[in-house]
């Protein structure tokens, strides 16, 4: 047995499609066990949230309050994050956040593949929050949006803080990011290190066998703690988007 | 006095009846309706704070803290070794000094990054104290 505890985050061809679906500029794209858990993802999300609001009833099954209370939950949140004009976002925030947590949620599953520890994944995440933010900056303040990187301060001061303040901006992609992966690698990494304790002190034989018992108990604690990250990280992605769109949209107004 | 709805549909005069029957005759409790009133109150004025929210767990403020300002320095660095490859082909040697100064700039930005999380962190236990104080049930969710 693999004891490697970084063993699960390899990206590799699912079974029976080694060969690559097709070629773009001589690079091979396969279908990969990521890319398999992101369809699923997708695909179990989409029919959950539709088929949950189906029977549209005034008293709600479970399910229905399930996708009534992520909606309510999500709207909130845009609300005091960015105020009214924010839930023209909704959409958006709405998905990702729907996205990643269910990301988060299926990595939880024994055996299966955690899509939010790609920094790739993550990484692109980010990227396409940051770009929307550009283009909403843009299209809402045209060349004011420029403003943004222009604190009050005197002018001396300024030839070095707006440089400060674009790369400020410019980060900001890649902490939202690794936010999101390492946590979501160190989790399931200590899982995978404990599991490989179990099964050591499990295989040693006498007392120590016995012992093995303690991790075991311990790894439930650090699932329970898991499944809290795995929803905290997606409300800290969802929030954080929030907050950056507030700023495109309302520039300086609560500095 | 309880008909299938199915019977209750058949005449004009029979809906009209039922109509006057449900709402005036039967009217709900006084006690119900006052209660369900109270929690609709409360329920407007919550989704007028919108929802409250619990403040982060030191171990998180942390974590954002360290990612926050680790992004500043990694970007900043980055920036800079990627104009220095730029002005490489173009045939500028600037090699180490723009990686150098951005890295400067970029540690700059983190602690900025970080100083900006810390402001937001505050502003969001500030706000759930004040919903704290206002109200101090909560339901669901």
Known sequence: MNLNPMEQFAVKPILGLDKPLLQIGGHPIY?????????????????????????????????????????????????TATGEDG??????VFTLFIFVLCCNFFGMVPGSFTVTSQIAVTFALAA?????????GFMKHGIGFLKLFVPHAPWYLLILLIPIEVISFLTRPISLSVR???????????????????????????????????????IVAIM??????????????AILTCIYLNEALHLHDNH | MVRPPSERREGRFCAVF??????????????????????????????AAGPRRQAPSQSQIGFRFATELFAGVV???????????????????????????????????GIRNVMRAAHEINTEIAR????DDGNGKETGS
């Not at chain 1, 396409?128 to 909403?136: C, T």
């Not at chain 2, 759930?128 to 919903?131: H, I, K």
């Open chain 2, 75 to 109: 970007g900043g660095g980055g920036i800079g070794w990627g104009l220095d490859w730029l002005c490489g082909n173009f045939g500028f040697h600037t090699k180490p000094v723009l990686m150098i100064v951005f890295f400067v700039l970029g540690t700059a930005a």
């Open chain 1, 128 to 136: 396409l929050v940051i770009g929307l933010v550009i283009v909403i």
């Open chain 1, 31 to 79: 279908f990969t066990n990521q890319a398999l858990l992101m369809v699923i993802v997708a695909v179990v999300s989409s029919l959950f949230l539709t088929l949950a609001v189906k029977p549209n009833r005034l008293v709600p099954t479970r399910s229905q309050s399930m996708a009534e209370m992520s909606y309510e939950f999500v709207a909130g949140m845009i609300h």
């Open chain 2, 18 to 47: 039922w109509d006057f029957w449900e709402t005036v005759l039967t009217a709900p409790d006084p006690d119900r309706l006052n209660d369900l009133g109270k929690r609709l109150d409360d329920f407007q004025t919550k989704h």
């Open chain 1, 87 to 92: 839930l023209k976002f909704f959409p958006f």
């Open chain 1, 224 to 237: 329970l703690l898991e499944l809290l990250v795995a929803f905290l990280q997606a409300y800290v992605f």
């Open chain 1, 180 to 218: 999101l992966f390492a946590n979501m690698l160190a989790g399931h990494t200590m899982l995978a290190v404990f599991g490989g304790f179990v099964v050591a002190l499990g295989s040693a034989g006498g007392i120590l066998s016995a012992l093995s018992i303690a991790p075991m108990l311990l």
């Open chain 2, 128 to 131: 759930g104290r004040a919903s």
